[in-house]
């Protein structure tokens, strides 16, 4: 670890991990009831299971996202972070309004966790991945400003990195685009029109810089490549994310009643929104084919690797998949839908912060440049499983979606909502099989934190 | 893999070798047979080319790209086996393959196109 101040990314990131397992138990019990609709009712209603699963993956990521800054900037910017003790002080927030807000959601009802955090005053409850209490949103809002302010004055006093700028602008970008979190007009097309705004210009606007940054980072350090040929990489990469996604917004507004146009607009934006995935799993391969160095720690290097090319299978192809306003028109918040937002997610997002975790942790924990081989060893086989498993969750949700929409949607006499999910519970099943699976995959993940061993030389 | 000590820089038969990748995925992606069509010319044209770069490409885009036709023919054969287009079996069949099999060949023509900017010859690994 080149400066001291880098290590306030450590807790980040512990806490990122510990979130993330609590996302994917509540992923397991949401699958299985599916198929066994009364499994902890009233204990854990659906819903409440389902906004847990979501919030957590949102807030654990954006832990995530904070540790890479707060460990990246620093050897960016060549100098120690403005202040550390803001960036831990902000971390205690964070996580204690996030605890709280999840302990809100299980202990008392949706309705009465509104009426308590003043929800009147300012409402902005009750919308999906949205659900936070206002009071909490705030929160967000101010932790997040704490963070930017951090991040930017380290940024400003330092030197100045095409890595760190990218980084930066995606961070501004999560900040103002989740503004539009507390706009909640009374008409539904306008409320869902900027809705998007905070979920689509994240995940396919400004989360892809993050996502771009942070790759980059890593492959500076893994393959010894110039900066120079990464960061003109790292360019056409996040000028493709942007020209395609914000104009790409518009597949979401194919039936909200927004303007037809927006059919045409979408499906062609939104049709060469696989670009910069394509172009960041071509740009991975070939800065590791390239490489000028042997880096020991071949379990960062397979993330990286593995990010590109799961982005480009769960982002891109599996969004090209029903992102075409006729194909969209059947597949609409079916099955395919969910296929594609599990291994987008996994792809894009979680996979790039266990990535970053897999590369910084081993300095962080005094390591000289990566873990003891054994350990890697371990951590791979954490990536296989974790990632096939997703492979397989994805596979069966596609297949109950294509079930879904051709019973409840296509045929002469199409069946109900809950008609056709009896027919299709076979494929919740096997997803719930391999949900499981992929907590095992997650078990040796940890496991590999704890595996001893000599280190190999650096 | 070994280290490489040629970061970026151009060497013989690199161009070909790209244009040769490019254009499997194009043919995979973007303007099917057309590409192909090129593809097949410009293997043709090169066969002796004095670069084993240049020639692996050419060769094994050539070779991927077949057995990318003949799947789809062999497919499109068992659809029409199973009752044609009109049943759900058959839709989870087109698009798993669509998601999972032509998937799987734009990502080796991925790895192929990764190799070729990095001056390496590629083994598409099919028989």
């Known amino acids: 670890m080149q400066y001291q101040s880098q290590a306030v990314a450590k807790p980040y990131f512990i806490a990122a991990l510990g979130l993330f397992a609590g996302q994917i138990l509540f992923g397991l019990i949401m699958g299985l009831q599916y198929v066994m609709g009364d499994f902890l009712f009233p204990e854990i209603p659906f819903n409440v299971a389902r906004m847990v699963h979501t919030n957590l993956l949102i807030v654990w990521l954006l832990f995530g996202f904070m540790g890479a800054a707060y460990y990246m900037v620093p050897e960016e910017s060549e100098r120690e972070i403005h202040s550390p003790k803001l960036a831990l002080a902000l971390f205690w927030i964070f996580l204690i309004a996030g605890a709280l807000t999840i302990v809100g959601y299980l202990a008392v009802p949706y309705a009465t966790l509104a009426k308590i955090t003043g929800n009147d005053l300012l409402p902005t409850m009750g919308r999906e991945f949205l659900e936070q209490p206002t009071i909490t949103k705030i929160g967000i809002v101010i932790v997040v400003l704490g963070f930017l302010f951090n991040i930017t004055m380290t940024v400003l006093k330092g030197r100045k990195t095409v890595v760190s700028s990218v980084m930066l602008i995606g961070f501004w970008g999560l900040a103002i685009f989740f503004l539009f979190s507390f706009y909640n007009p009374e008409n539904l097309v306008l409320d869902k029109y900027f809705w998007w705004w905070v979920v689509h210009l994240w995940v396919e606007g400004v989360w892809e810089l993050i996502l771009g940054s942070i790759l980059a980072f890593v492959l500076i350090k893994v393959t010894g490549v110039d900066r120079e040929v990464i960061e003109k990489w790292l360019y056409i990469i996040i000028a493709m994310t942007l020209i395609t996604g914000i104009i790409g917004t518009g597949h979401h507004y194919y039936w909200i009643g927004a303007p037809e146009y927006w059919q045409v607009l979408g499906s062609i934006f939104s049709a060469l929104e696989p670009i910069p995935f394509f172009m960041m799993a071509v740009f991975a391969f070939n800065m590791v084919n390239q490489r000028r160095r042997e880096h020991p720690n071949k379990a960062a290097t397979l993330w990286a690797l593995g990010t590109a090319v799961m982005a480009f299978l769960g982002a891109g192809v599996w969004g090209f998949l029903h992102t075409l306003a006729p194909v969209n028109f059947y597949t609409h918040g079916s099955q395919i839908t969910a296929a594609h937002g599990h291994m987008a997610f996994y792809g894009a997002y979680v996979m790039i912060v266990l990535c970053i975790i897999s590369y910084s942790m081993p300095l962080m924990r005094g390591r000289a440049a990566a873990n003891p081989p054994k350990a890697q060893v371990v951590e791979m086989w954490a990536f296989w499983v974790m990632t096939i498993s997703m492979v397989f969750i994805t596979l069966f949700l596609t297949g109950a979606g294509i079930l879904q929409i051709w019973l409840q949607r296509m045929g002469d006499t199409p069946m109900s909502f809950m008609a056709g999910q009896d027919q299709i519970a076979l494929f919740y099943w096997l997803r719930e099989i391999a949900g499981v699976g992929f907590l095992i995959g997650l078990i040796t993940y940890f496991i590999s934190f704890f595996v001893g061993g000599e280190e190999q030389a650096s | ?127």
């Open chain 2, 1 to 127: 893999m070994q280290p490489s000590d040629n970061n970026s820089q151009e060497c013989e038969g690199q161009s070909l070798a790209v244009i040769a990748e490019a254009l499997y995925l194009s043919n995979l992606l973007l303007v099917p047979g057309l590409s192909f069509a090129v593809l097949l010319w410009l293997h043709l044209k090169h066969r002796k080319h004095e670069s084993e770069l240049a020639q692996s490409h050419l060769y094994e885009t050539v070779k991927a790209s077949l057995w990318v036709g003949v799947l789809l023919v062999v497919v499109n054969i068992l659809i029409f086996l199973m009752g044609g287009y009109e049943s759900a079996n058959t839709w989870l069949v087109v698009i798993i393959y669509f998601t999972t099999v032509h998937s799987a060949f734009v990502l080796l023509g991925m790895l192929g196109l990764a190799k070729a900017m990095a001056c390496k010859v590629w083994r598409y690994p099919l028989p």
